[in-house]
């Protein structure tokens, strides 16, 4: 089981319809991460539709857990949350009571959720070499 605690919650100066999201203690963010740097998936000249598969995973996962504690109506996990160069991964949360926010928070994960998550991803590694065998006939 999955839980979540918000540790850090700072209105913006500005106003707006997107605050970020970041995490502080995250076993599966580092691993989707890794995973993403490890396959070299910036370095495709094709939008990667299994990288889109594990952004949908991950962001799955965490979405009951944050939607309610951060007033919510949209969230999404992206690499590029907080840098366009990809160091601050996290969260763009949307929210129609126009407060923008930075978040902060930790999720605690059993080893059984670790585990899981891994043979998901080395499942998306089977699917990334096909899509790759695709795109390479259809080049
Ligand atoms: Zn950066």
Redesign the pocket.
Same mark, same amino acid.
């Given at each position: 089981m999955v839980t979540f605690k918000l540790t850090h919650n700072k209105r913006s100066d500005q106003r707006g319809v997107y605050s970020r999201f970041f995490v502080g203690e995250c076993a599966l963010t580092e691993l989707a991460d890794e995973w993403f740097l490890d396959k070299e998936i910036h370095t495709l000249n094709f939008k990667c539709k299994t990288w889109k598969k594990v952004k949908r995973k991950i962001s799955d996962i965490h979405r009951p857990l944050l939607m309610d504690e951060l007033d919510a109506d949209k969230i999404r996990y992206s690499r590029k949350a $907080?840098?366009? /160069? $990809? /160091?601050?991964p996290g969260y763009v949360v949307e929210s129609s009571n126009y407060i923008k926010r930075w978040l902060y928070g930790d999720f605690e994960y059993t080893q059984a959720d670790v585990q899981e998550f891994k043979t998901f991803l080395s499942k998306m590694e089977t699917l990334l070499e096909k899509e790759k065998e695709k795109q390479l006939k259809t080049a």
């Open positions: $907080g840098c366009q /160069c $990809g /160091c601050s």
